[in-house]
């Protein structure tokens, strides 16, 4: 059993940054591929950035590749998403998920075993 707890969502301006930060319990989290997901009203929930479970590799959206930075740091048990440049249509609820063991990295949601409740990221103009 894993739980994940994100913190570090907020209100930004346009072209601002934010860290997010997802906490995890559980013995496995090392042994896990992590990643970030976000949804905004009306929206599905969309892919943002995955990490292996050694944290040698990474893989970022299009929309957000170059502006966020995915790492993890498995003696906290912790995974962060680094935010710069932001955008209004980054707004949505982002969500840290934690994958299968020892897979590799993954990008569609039903791959992931568990989630976090999410952290509200506003982008103002």
């Known amino acids: 059993q894993v739980q994940l707890v994100e913190s570090g969502g907020g209100l930004v301006q346009a072209g601002g940054s934010l860290r997010l930060s997802c906490a995890a319990s559980?013995?496995?989290?090392?042994?896990?591929?992590m990643g970030w997901f976000r949804q905004a009203p009306g929206k599905e929930r969309e892919f943002v950035a995955a990490i292996s479970w050694t944290g040698d590799r990474t893989y970022h959206a299009d929309s957000v590749k170059g502006r966020f930075t995915i790492s993890r740091d498995n003696a906290k048990n912790t995974v962060y998403l680094q935010m710069n440049s932001l955008k209004p249509d980054d707004t949505a609820v982002y969500y840290c998920a934690a994958g299968r063991p020892l897979e590799t990295i993954a990008t569609r949601p039903r791959e992931y075993d568990y989630w976090g409740q999410g952290t509200q990221v506003t982008v103002s103009s």
């Open positions: 559980g013995r496995t989290f090392s042994s896990r591929p």
